[in-house]
């Protein structure tokens, strides 16, 4: 068995290094997201961050 791979329940699991550095940066990532969605929801609670569009000239 070499570094990369796990065993669960009796299987083995190969992973690869993107899998290895992609995961933890993705928990991360969906913490930074989560505690400044939490940080404006307490001090802008009423206001909304809009993307602004340009007009595209199509009728209707």
């Known amino acids: 068995m070499s570094a ?4 669960v ?3 083995t699991e190969e992973r690869s290094e993107s ?5 933890p940066l993705n928990w991360m990532m ?8 939490q940080d404006r ?10 993307t ?3 007009p595209t000239g199509k009728g209707s």
């Open 30 to 37: 969906n913490s930074l997201a989560t505690w400044r969605a």
């Open 19 to 23: 899998t290895r550095i992609g995961v």
């Open 9 to 11: 329940y009796g299987f």
């Open 41 to 50: 929801d307490a001090v802008e609670n009423f206001s909304w961050n809009m």
């Open 52 to 54: 602004p569009h340009q």
């Open 4 to 7: 990369r791979s796990t065993v």
